[in-house]
């Protein structure tokens, strides 16, 4: 065998095993793709309570009971009443608009749905004006309070929560 | 809380180690007392300038070579692996007979495909079962082969590394077909609470295990604007001081 032949040669095998791996790994990615469900929640439910909180009076609304711990860590005032209580069930990128006392319209956008976190843009109007605004990612147990707009005699105290929806079958 | 108050708690108020009320109430002294958020604000700068100077410092340190010393490590390891296999007749731990069967299958499986077969046993096997681990056998034979003959090993290590991935993942950790759950009003012990003074704009990184990540805040310019988080509710709270001067505080207990 002449020694270029041999060489040819086994520079074909070597670049057959070659691609043979490369072919290998193909089939491996491939595979991991179709066994890897393609769940991505695209649904949000947001949650909105309005509560008003107010030094009139000694009141504490037994609705609000599941609250009372984050409410015991905000300024203190000494009656609390719920005014509304929301919850909605939008797509990411559908905006969600609660009307909150004293001419303010929240409003909330799921700009993005992981596996247990949404990222909320949050945004509080009063009239034409925003008041505050923010992006906000949550966790399955997090919530975030936007407190201290004045309403009567006291402040309105809004507490935001977000959930994904699973939407695998 | 007065500023003397305040000064002798901005440290650890900066670090988010106050307790909530504490935490709370400087929070809004800050944001009301211009020398005070002055002073939050040259705490801030200082720490921003210590960050930058580690990232220079680690920026600097070559890690280039740390996946060499690994890949070295793990062939050292496996030709051990091997020469300990056809020694050690029926000696095996659990560990070899799950994750190394799978990959030294695969990685033979992949041999095949391509043409070459696997090497024939020796009589120095000594009537050791080869199922028990193949792994150890196969990759001490590939050792002292041509470069170019590693490629089918690593290919089937590669094969065997994604199919498990795959089966791992596919095997659905994740939650499937749960009913919508309404956010409950919960709590569990989370990442520090870091309070964060006013300004017109923020932006924020939290740690990852936090469950509330704030990433940004924007307010209208005449409002005083305070945030903290309560680590024991999960709760970031972001208070707007929109009060009329002239109207009463709250109390300042309940």
Redesign the interface.
Same mark, same amino acid.
């Given at each position: 065998m002449k020694p270029a032949a041999a060489g040819c040669r086994r520079f074909f095998r070597e670049r057959s095993v070659a691609v043979a791996s490369a072919a290998s790994s193909l089939v491996a990615l491939v595979a991991l793709v179709a066994v890897v469900p393609v769940e991505a929640a695209e649904r949000v439910i947001v949650q909105v309570v309005t509560v008003f909180a107010t030094n009139t009076g000694e009141h504490f609304d037994s609705q609000l009971a599941a609250m009372r711990r984050q409410l015991d860590k905000l300024p203190h005032y000494r009656s609390y009443q719920l005014m509304s209580r929301q919850s909605r069930d939008v797509s990411r990128g559908d905006p969600v608009d609660v009307e909150i006392p004293g001419g303010r319209i929240l409003r909330i956008v799921p700009k993005s749905v992981g596996d247990d976190r949404v990222l909320l843009n949050v945004l509080l109007r009063q009239d034409s004006r925003a008041v505050v605004r923010t992006d906000v990612t949550l966790g399955p147990t997090g919530t975030v309070l936007v407190g201290g707009p004045r309403h009567g005699d006291g402040v309105l105290i809004i507490w935001i929560g977000a959930q994904p929806v699973s939407t695998a079958p | 809380m007065n500023c003397r108050d305040a000064e002798r708690l901005l440290d650890a108020f900066f670090d988010g180690e106050l307790d909530?009320?504490l935490m709370?109430d400087a929070a809004?002294h800050v944001t009301r007392c211009k020398r005070c958020e002055s002073e939050v604000g040259d705490r801030e700068r200082l720490q921003e300038l210590l960050v930058a100077a580690v990232d220079d410092e680690v920026s600097q340190v070559d890690v280039g070579r740390v996946w060499q010393g690994v890949a070295a490590a793990i062939g050292s390891s496996a030709a051990d692996r091997g020469a300990r296999s056809r020694r050690g007749a029926g000696r095996r731990n659990g560990a070899d007979h799950g994750w190394l069967r799978l990959a030294a299958a695969s990685s033979r499986s992949?041999g095949w495909? &391509?043409?070459r077969r696997a090497p024939a046993r020796t009589a120095d096997d000594g009537g050791f079962d080869e199922s028990l681990d193949p792994a150890g056998e196969w990759l001490a034979r590939e050792a002292p082969r041509s470069a170019?003959?590693s490629?089918?090993l !690593?290919?089937?290590a590669?094969?065997a590394?994604?199919?498990v991935? !795959?089966?791992l +993942?596919?095997r659905?950790d994740?939650?499937?077909?749960?009913a919508?759950?309404?956010?409950? &009003? !919960?709590?569990?012990p989370t990442a520090p609470s870091r309070a964060e003074p006013a300004s017109a704009r923020m932006a924020m990184a939290k740690p990852a295990a936090?469950? +509330?990540?704030?990433?940004?805040?924007?307010?209208?310019g005449g409002?005083s604007?305070a945030m903290w988080t309560?680590p024991?509710?999960?709760?970031?709270? &972001?208070? +707007?001081?929109?009060?009329?001067p002239t109207?009463?505080k709250?109390?300042?207990?309940?």
């Open positions: - | 909530g009320r709370r809004l992949t495909l &391509i043409g170019s003959r490629w089918p !690593a290919a089937g590669a094969l590394a994604s199919l991935a !795959a089966l +993942v596919g659905g994740a939650p499937v077909g749960d919508p759950v309404v956010p409950q &009003i !919960a709590s569990a936090s469950q +509330v990540q704030v990433e940004s805040v924007d307010y209208s409002r604007l309560e024991e509710t999960d709760t970031t709270v &972001i208070w +707007v001081d929109d009060e009329d109207a009463p709250p109390t300042s207990a309940r």
